[in-house]
């Protein structure tokens, strides 16, 4: 599967999940895959890591945070407190 563009829309940004992995984050943060690999490797990673295995993982929460978007940040997760009052 051959990588979209670097960086990211809003609408990207809101339907992507809980975590994603660096390719990912690092795409949203307008890095490619081998520089993303080389900050995560360096200590560098703009964002914090969480590894998990073998693989990492950035929470959607921190990168929004990182990319300076805390106003969207707060709608995705208001978006989310009324999904789960919806369901209940």
Do not use: N, W
């Amino acid at each position: 599967m051959k990588a979209g563009p670097i960086g990211m829309t809003e609408q990207e940004l809101v339907a992507l999940p809980l975590a994603v992995d660096i390719v990912t984050a690092g795409r949203a943060l307008g890095v490619g895959r081998t520089k993303a690999h080389e900050l995560v490797r360096s200590g560098d990673f703009p964002c914090q890591v969480l590894p998990l295995g073998h693989t990492y993982r950035v929470t959607k929460v921190d990168l929004l945070r990182t990319l300076g978007l805390e106003d969207l940040m707060e709608r995705v997760l208001a978006a989310a407190v009324r999904g789960l009052e919806i369901s209940h």
